[in-house]
Nanobody, 124 residues
Framework: QVQLVESGGGLVQAGGSSRLSCTASETASKTSFSINDIGWDRQAPGKQRELVASVTSDGTTVYADSVKGRFTIYVDTSKKTAYLQMDSLKTEDTAVYYC??????????????WGRGTQVTVSP
């Protein structure tokens, strides 16, 4: 019913910046929805998947301790797109970043899922 498509990422040097975006769209026509919450997880090789940042419909944000002060999440609700601005990147930020979200559908239903992921590689 809803799909999340990430863009951005790639190779960046340590200390640099990069921005990820995630657009939520309906997979079937006549599916209207709003964003309850949307965010990013990441998974580095050999490590467990972890929350990076999320934002709810009321604007409440949550950040992993490891990215506080360096990453900023924000949403353009008119475009149903979330952005993750990543500054002062470190080599340990290297991971596949997955957009995750919960959407409010009609008739009280919700949809939750994640995108296919985008690779972020931070070089020394």
């Amino acid at each position: 019913q809803v799909q999340l498509v990430e863009s951005g990422g790639g190779l960046v040097q340590a200390g640099g910046s990069s921005r990820l975006s995630c657009t939520a769209s309906e997979t079937a026509s006549k599916t209207s929805f709003s964003i309850n919450d949307i965010g990013w997880d990441r998974q580095a090789p050999g490590k467990q998947r972890e929350l990076v940042a999320s934002v709810t419909s009321d604007g409440t944000t949550v950040y992993a301790d490891s990215v506080k002060g360096r990453f900023t999440i924000y949403v353009d609700t008119s475009k149903k797109t979330a952005y993750l601005q990543m500054d002062s990147l470190k080599t340990e930020d290297t991971a596949v970043y997955y957009c995750t979200g919960e959407m409010q559908l009609g008739h009280g239903h919700t949809w939750a899922g994640w995108g296919r992921g985008t690779q972020v590689t931070v070089s020394p």
